[in-house]
């Protein structure tokens, strides 16, 4: 019995490094066929796609905390704020990087993964912005 595949062998390498220079519409593409061909590790390429759209708003977060902060004067100087400042944006990014990994490893949706990290310090950016001087 003579089967003809039309699989080639560039279908069998795995295109990590790839999904970074993809554009949006080409990596929704290149997720829907992983789908369709039962790939297991396809949280990899949620994360990216969503990232593409967290990012952004992780800026604005990112800035509107360093707005809060730099408007107290204080007479000691700013280095207790530009600290505290410093010490939210690696906790952001460490906050970041758990939350994927807990994505990848799939104990967390891909979706919720990234953006739970934004929601959190979105209301700690509204804290600080409540308490900051007028």
Do not use: C, H
């Not at 790839?18 to 590790?41: C, H, K, V």
């Not at 906050?95 to 700690?124: D, E, K, R, S, Y």
């Amino acid at each position: 019995m003579d089967t003809t595949l039309s699989i080639k062998p560039g279908d069998f390498k795995r295109r990590l490094n790839s999904i970074d220079a993809m554009d949006t519409p080409a990596l929704n593409r290149f997720i829907e066929e992983e789908q369709a061909q039962g790939s297991e590790n396809i949280n990899v390429y949620l994360i990216e796609k969503y990232r593409r759209l967290a990012v952004p708003f992780s800026t604005f977060i990112l800035m509107l905390i360093g707005v809060s902060l730099s408007s107290r004067k204080v007479r000691g100087g700013i280095g207790a704020q530009l600290g505290l400042g410093i010490t939210l944006s690696f906790s952001y990014i460490l906050f970041m990087q758990v939350a994927n990994t807990f994505a990848i490893n799939g104990a967390i949706p891909p979706l919720l993964a990234i953006w739970i990290p934004n929601i959190i310090f979105a209301g700690i950016a509204a804290l600080l912005l409540r308490y900051a001087p007028k």
